[in-house]
């Protein structure tokens, strides 16, 4: 999956605020309640899950 936890907002992509989005290859962005009450967005792609607060997908950043 072409997923990327970044730490930083890259300049040079867009920045999309979201609660979750499916996309096209099936795979699945959504928020979650981490430790501590912590909001984070859950990255599935059908075979393993990431967290963390954004990511890169294609060209775009998505935070939550």
Avoid: C
Wanted: net charge positive; aromatic share 6%; hydrophobic share 35%.
């Amino acid at each position: 999956m072409p997923d990327q936890k970044v730490s930083d907002h890259q300049a040079d992509k867009p920045m999309v605020h979201t609660g979750g989005q499916v996309f096209a290859d099936g795979s699945v962005l959504e928020l979650i309640q981490g430790p501590n009450r912590k909001v984070n967005l859950l990255s599935w792609d059908g075979k393993s899950a990431k967290t963390a607060g954004q990511f890169v997908r294609a060209d775009i950043y998505l935070s939550r």
